[in-house]
């Protein structure tokens, strides 16, 4: 079955950190590129940031809310990839999904009818 | 860097059609052809609709449709039905080498 699944949300301070995984499954994870996408509860999506392929030397790139306090990383000899929060604020508490895209589907199984997948989420909250 | 404007809300009669805007800039939406629309049904992850401003994945129903033009792009879902009822998002690669989405639409179905 093709799939991603999110681990590591929970409580934490404001000012602390936090690492996220996003576990793949049953498609070529190295093929793929991963975004991060969060939401903010009753809000609509935000993208985070993005890891590129081995071919794309895993080049990221990081929407401007985040940008210089989250680090995004992957490590495809164990079909996942992370997200490493630091210096969290109260608005970074939201559901963090994963997304796994490849141009054409090319990564999924033939039997695959989509071009992406996605993680179920895992929710992250800043308080004191 | 703004989102990408939508509008908040839009209706139908179920077998209506239905189209949703999402308007950017020359920077995105108009300088791309890699805009995507997603479907989120409450508490659920977002479903990819359509990608490549019009591409659909296989397992989406011909009902959805997508174009662009100039700034703005827009889905179109004909014969609207029940299920079809759900929050709608475009997303729009950017010049800074980044991606956006559009603060969402909500779809009621009458």
């Known amino acids: 079955e093709v799939q991603l699944v999110e681990s590591g949300g929970g409580l934490v301070q404001p000012g602390g950190s936090l690492k996220l995984s996003c576990a793949a499954s049953?498609?070529?994870?190295?093929?793929?590129?991963v975004h991060w996408v969060r939401q903010a509860s009753g809000k609509g999506l935000e993208w985070v940031g993005r890891i590129g392929r081995k071919a794309n030397r895993y080049a990221t790139t990081y929407g401007e809310s985040v940008k210089g306090r989250f680090i995004i990383s992957r490590d495809d000899s164990k079909n996942t990839a992370y997200l490493q929060m630091n210096s969290l604020v109260t608005e970074d508490t939201a559901v963090y999904y994963c997304?796994?895209?490849?141009?054409?589907?090319?990564?999924?199984?033939?039997?695959?009818?989509?071009?992406?997948?996605w993680g179920q989420g895992t929710t992250v909250t800043v308080s004191s | 860097q703004s989102a990408l404007t939508q509008p908040a809300s839009v209706s139908g009669s179920p077998g209506q059609s239905i189209t949703i805007s999402c308007t950017g800039t020359s920077s995105d939406v108009g300088d791309y052809n890699y805009v995507s629309w997603y479907q989120q049904h409450p508490d659920k992850a977002p479903k990819l609709m359509i990608y490549d401003v019009s591409n659909r994945p296989s397992g989406v129903s011909n009902r959805f449709s997508g174009s662009k033009s100039g700034n703005t792009a827009s889905l179109t879902i004909s014969g609207l039905q029940a299920e079809d009822e759900a929050d709608y998002y475009c997303s729009s690669f950017s010049s800074s080498n980044t991606r956006m989405f559009g603060g969402g639409t909500k779809l009621t179905v009458l």
């Open positions: 049953g498609f070529t994870f190295s093929g793929s590129a």
């Open positions: 997304q796994g895209y490849c141009s054409g589907g090319s990564c999924f199984p033939p039997d695959y009818d989509g071009v992406d997948v």
